[in-house]
């Protein structure tokens, strides 16, 4: 089927990330999509702040090849930035045969984790730079979140056991 163009693509990402809180472990979501969106209640803004919220990694494939060159590089770079905010990749293929390098890049993951030194649980984004120091002669290229959400202190809800007489 041809593309017509008729997509709402961060009410489907909103609606995923619902979703996805409630799930443990890894989580991956590979987009395929013709372009941009057209349908959504959730902006470009609202769709950037769900995904840096999240704990998810999201794999863009795009075919956007039937847009006009303007549209295509806004769509492009659009739909690049809701990968890269979530430490994933967007592909732009010309043809189904290369969608191999996005289970590639699955594959090739490796999960780190460290303990911030800053306790302020203020719920504010926190930058994280990850740096890799590679083999002599080796090319190795990170891929990580830009950061997070400290946790935000949780208030205790003071209650009073009732009395017996």
């Known amino acids: 089927r041809k593309p017509d163009g008729w997509t709402a693509l961060y009410d489907a990402l909103g609606a995923y990330l619902d979703g996805s809180f ?3 472990g890894r989580k991956v979501l590979v987009v395929y999509t013709d372009g941009g969106d057209t349908r959504s209640a959730v ?3 609202d769709a950037i702040e769900m995904l840096r919220a999240a704990d998810v990694t999201v794999y863009v494939v795009g075919f956007v090849e039937h847009q006009s060159q303007s549209v295509r590089h806004a769509q492009k770079m659009q739909l690049m930035q809701l990968a890269a905010v979530t430490g994933g990749e967007a592909f732009f293929p010309l043809s ?6 996005v289970a590639g890049q ?3 993951q490796y ?3 460290y303990a911030s030194t800053n306790s302020n649980r203020d719920g504010k984004w926190r930058r994280v730079a990850v740096r890799v120091t590679a083999p002599r002669g080796k090319d190795v290229k990170v891929r990580a979140r830009p950061g997070y959400f400290a946790p935000l202190r949780s208030e205790r809800v003071a209650t009073t056991a009732p009395q017996t007489p």
Do not use: C, K, N, P
Not at 96 to 101: A, I, N, P, T, V
């Open 22 to 24: 409630e799930q443990v």
């Open 106 to 108: 699955i594959r090739a």
């Open 43 to 45: 902006t470009f803004s």
């Open 96 to 101: 189904h045969e290369r969608l191999d390098r």
């Open 111 to 113: 999960s780190l984790g």
